[in-house]
């Protein structure tokens, strides 16, 4: 009952209308029937004067299926919702605004991208659990595009002078699998420059105690509490060889940049981020993004207008 379909076909018989996307959502949330989150009393009944909201028949509370989701208080319908979280999901590079508007008819891109801004907040699980074992450490710089500028190409790497004119600056963390067989998960984030001061908040904040981080020897990682330093100190034109794992990650995050958004701006940067890491990280079960991205079970408070177009207002 609660499990994602695997294609569109199949998507599409099995939400075709309001009443089974509410009737999944109640399933997610109460698996054995409803239950009152007030009083816990299992006799409700659903209202005839409120979408998809329940009456307890103790007290009265009305609780709505869509509490505690990004749908809850949305005009539209859960229908679109549910297509734009599985269209999200499974696109293997995701979608962009525009793309949306065009694949859900959508009447203005306003709607469209206030739909893709809310899943996109809802890619970082409030929970999800920091890298651990023996991690890749590295950063990057990729060229930023304004709103005017065409797009341009991911950005060179300079780095004896570490400069960033016009760069956005990204450190990268790749935890490696099987003693360097394979990518595990990976975190990308923002930084206003490689001090220590910028990196250790970074590494304390994505990597669990404990953990062995290998880097190429730049001066801004080691000393973060915590974490074992392994500095892999390279000659500059060993750059492309050594830490092999994050390289792949950030050309692949720099051809996705301008695949899908033509260049990335520093405004909403961030987010972007977590997209791109939430995709790589689900690479190989993309159909369970789906209930993460509208937000079932995650928790996420739902998220206004205001506070998506203005992060830092919340912060
Ligand atoms: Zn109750």
Known sequence: ????????????????????????????????????????????????????????????????????????????????????????????????????????????????WLLCAKLRASMVAPDRSPLAGLVEGDQTEIACRSKYDPPTGGGRRHRRHRRHQGKILVVGAVAVEDSGAGLGRIRL??????SADSLHPSLAANLALGTTAKTDGWSGYPGAPGVNHDPRTIGKMAAHVVPPSTHRVFANLKAWALGVYHGL??????????????????RRHRHAGFRSLLGIAAGHPPLAYKMLISPEATA
């Open 189 to 194: 984030q923002e930084v206003s420059d490689y």
């Open 265 to 282: 701006r520093r405004k909403h940067l961030q987010s972007y981020l977590d997209e791109f890491v939430f995709r790589f990280n689900r």
């Open 1 to 112: 009952m609660t499990d994602v379909p695997g294609s569109l076909i199949v998507f599409q018989q099995r939400f075709p209308d309001e009443a089974s996307c509410a009737a999944y959502l109640a399933a997610v949330r109460w698996p054995q029937g409803f239950v009152c989150p007030r009083c816990g009393h299992t006799k409700a009944w659903l209202l005839q004067t409120k979408a998809w909201t329940y009456e307890c028949a103790g007290g009265r509370k009305q609780t709505s299926v869509t509490a505690g989701t990004i749908l809850h208080a949305s005009k539209l319908p859960l229908s679109l919702w549910f297509w734009a979280a599985y269209l999200m999901a499974t696109h293997s590079n995701g979608i962009s605004a525009g793309q949306l508007r065009q694949q859900l008819a959508l009447g203005s891109y306003k709607t469209a």
